[in-house]
């Protein structure tokens, strides 16, 4: 039996937020802009930011390694457009404020960005011909890492690592953001890359068994992947898991509770029970790397939200900045009230629309005042009553409202007593709090301190 | 384009709920009982709530403008604390008398503390002991219920249906322990009686079904969680039972806790105040059953009949330091 767990499967807690996902569902994904200009940014995953191989003024190609490092744990980053290197200085960038990047003038006209074809991962596709040193090696040239946001480099994870041996390939294609598509477009468009790359990433990591993580809300996508399985040699080994529609399903920990029902240990990683998860765009990039050779340069994002006039999917050139994208989707009518990277649930709002989009941003969400809700947008919040609804809902079993409110009293030894690290800052408890606290972002503040007092204190 | 985009923390979207309408609720799922208590106790069960409430709105604005605080007279709790007080107030008591004891519960029950979240005690509670302690003949005074004809006064002894008067049902069963009667005073017809609410006892605990339909609506409404109403009750009942097996002579059956006095009002309404109660399911469990056992024991112990009061008081102290003990282990175990 292909099914493993037949959608009854989940983690504790979690909630269902309206799912807006029909705004861009059904749309196809089409080529995005031909920019004039990209700004690369260059540190666009965890571990260590690049230098840059480049100099102002130099001549680039497409496709052309422009910033590395020698960390073990970093990723390169190329180039997406033939051009010429403008300068490289500060740019806003989404999770560290700013910067530094690499800024291309583009030049020629081969530069609007065409999807990859997808001949070659059904026909002359042969996983045979590629040993397991060779597709880690492909994945870091080609500076592949988690395209589901949190940007960790693929090719650690998927490397075999004799202190932690890995069973298990998780291939998280939940997508329990509300609003975003993209990964959905993949699953319907590109089926088959995603599963040359799942058989890819699986060869590489040694795991013996491999689930495909679907939300049940998505049977299209379902159902066009077991067909695929079927038709694919090594079928056996890869099982299609759908999950029941939560969010947040998609988060490693509670994909990993709900197909194999284990716990990842607080503070952990999946590593240490033995699982590898990625990414769904993450497998389809790892395909394109070990078979075409082409470096991770673009990507899909879901341009949506009730405040843009055209929303859809498109392919388009990383460093691409957000304001590029929204204009060519037809701009944003006059109620937009916030521009978020990413989902609502757990996106960046940016102010600075020049931000350019990164190898982790699958969506640009544009609310209006109407979403949010009235109360949210004016930063309304009134006391706490201990209704208890964000204990109820908090799928890492904590606190959140005690944490919150001693981060608020600047009691962080009580919030290091309630957990306040194994927080994975899912945004439920404040998406929940009826007295619209935001119970996550006080949580947030509160690991910021805590870091800056680590680093404070002598060894 | 876009001058005026917000940046802020994520969450972008927030549940539309608020505490406004989780107040609403509790106000809705009262409903039934204060209907009950207009059939049986006619005029003075539309007297009591609206001079509780007004009462309660007015102080609340008073210690508002005292504190130089905004406004908090939107979030409804304080309606709600009147009508929980009203409706846990003999149907006789002057309207005076529900005038200060409401004051009192806002002003010294909530406010002192800061405000709706940062009190400790229920502030009902509050108002209804203090109203205990200094005017204890009028809180204890009863009144029979309308429906009652005069003619029936056999159904107890000392029922004074022409003044109009009768005593609780729990001072029978007070009595009861001292006469080895029980079994007498509480039979079928009285069981019924307590189920729609024809007795004497407060305004708005004497009816076992009207509360019900309200308890089942904040349960179904998922604006209350099971465990504080279940452990009240299957304490108390528990509690009872040992007792009535020792001796069915002097002590009532289980039943007749559960349905009598402020059990029910208490397990539904008062107990499971979200403010005044503990976070965490355990917490929840450990406190519904301190509620439940130290309620009966007042009542089969202790000096008064009705306990309900007083042990809710007791809990609510104790709530911090519960919500201490019944900590949270995060889903992936203890970081080590
Ligand atoms: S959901 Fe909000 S009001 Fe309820 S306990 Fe949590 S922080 Fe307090
Ligand atoms: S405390 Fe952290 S993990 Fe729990 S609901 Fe809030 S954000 Fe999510």
Known sequence: MRFVTKGRFSFRGGVHPPEKKELTRDSEIQPGPAVKQVAIMLSQHIGAVCESLVNKGDSVKAGQKIGDSDAFVSAPVHSSVNGKVKQIALQSHAVLGRSMAVIIDAEGDDNPASQPSHTEFTDSFDIDSYSSAQICTAVRDAGIVGMGGAGFPTR??????????????????????????????????????????????????????????????????????????????????????????????????????????????????????????????????????????????????????????????????????????????????????????????????????????????????????????????????????????????????LNPTKIAHAVKHNLLDVALAYYINACMECGCCSYVCPANIEVTGYIKTGKIFLARQKKKMPE | MLKDIAVSNSPHISKPLSTRAVMVDVVIGLVPAMAAAGYYFRVRALILPAACVI??????????????????????????????????????????TAVIGSAFSIAIGKMVFGGLGANIFNPAMVGRTFLTASF????????????????????????????????????????????ENGALIYNEQQFRATLTGEVGGCLGET?????????????????????????????????????????????????????????LLCAFFIATDPVTAPLTRRGMWLFGIGVGAITMLIRIVGGYPEGVMYSVLLMNAVTPLIDRLCRRIPAGGKPS
């Open chain 2, 136 to 179: 204890g003949m009028l809180m204890t005074t009863w009144m029979v219920p309308a429906t009652i004809p005069a003619a029936l006064s056999e159904i107890c002894p000392e029922n004074n249906v022409e003044a109009r008067t009768q005593a609780t049902p729990l001072a029978w069963s007070k009595q009861a322990i001292k006469d």
């Open chain 1, 156 to 397: 650690v994870k998927i490397e075999p690592n004799p202190r932690m041996p890995k069973e298990t390939l998780i291939i998280d294609a939940c997508e329990c953001e509300p609003y975003i598509t993209c990964d959905y477009r993949i699953m319907l468009e590109w089926t088959k890359q995603i599963i040359a790359g799942t058989r890819l990433a699986r060869k590489a990591s040694g795991c013996s068994q491999v689930f495909i993580g679907i939300e049940d809300n998505k049977p299209n996508a379902i159902e066009m992947i077991s067909r695929t399985l079927e038709d694919c040699g090594d079928g056996d080994r890869i099982k299609l898991a759908p999950v029941k529609t939560k969010y947040p399903q998609g988060g490693e920990r509670q994909l990993i509770k709900a197909i194999l029902r284990k716990n990842v240990p607080a503070g952990g990683i999946p590593p240490m029970i033995g699982v590898v998860v990625l990414n769904v765009a993450t497998a389809a990039a790892i395909a394109e790397a070990v078979v075409s050779g082409t470096p991770l340069t673009h990507r899909v994002v879901t341009v949506t939200g009730e405040a843009i006039s055209k929303p859809g999917n498109y392919y388009a050139a990383i460093g691409t900045t957000v304001e590029d994208l929204i204009e060519f989707c037809g701009g944003v009518t006059e109620s937009c009230a916030k521009v978020v990277l990413g989902g609502p649930m757990m996106g960046i709002a940016i102010a600075d629309l020049k931000t350019p989009i990164t190898k982790t941003c699958g969506a640009i969400t544009v609310l209006t005042k109407r979403q949010i809700g009235r109360a949210k947008y004016e930063g309304r919040q009134t006391p706490c009553i201990r209704c208890g609804r964000c204990l109820e809902i908090c799928p890492e079993n």
């Open chain 2, 55 to 96: 009462s309660s709105l007015a102080a609340e604005w008073l210690c508002n403008l005292i504190r130089k605080k905004p406004g908090s007279l939107g979030d409804f709790s304080a309606v709600v604390t009147g009508i929980i007080l009203a409706l846990s107030l003999p149907p006789a008591l002057p309207v005076w």
């Open chain 2, 207 to 263: 009816s076992v079904i009207a509360l019900l339909i309200g308890g089942l609506y904040l349960l179904l409404r998922r604006t209350i969680n099971f465990h504080i109403p279940l452990a009240v009750l299957l304490s108390a009942f528990v509690f009872a039972a040992v007792f009535y097996l020792v001796d069915s002579d002097a002590y009532m059956q289980p039943f007749f806790h559960l349905s009598s006095g402020g059990m």
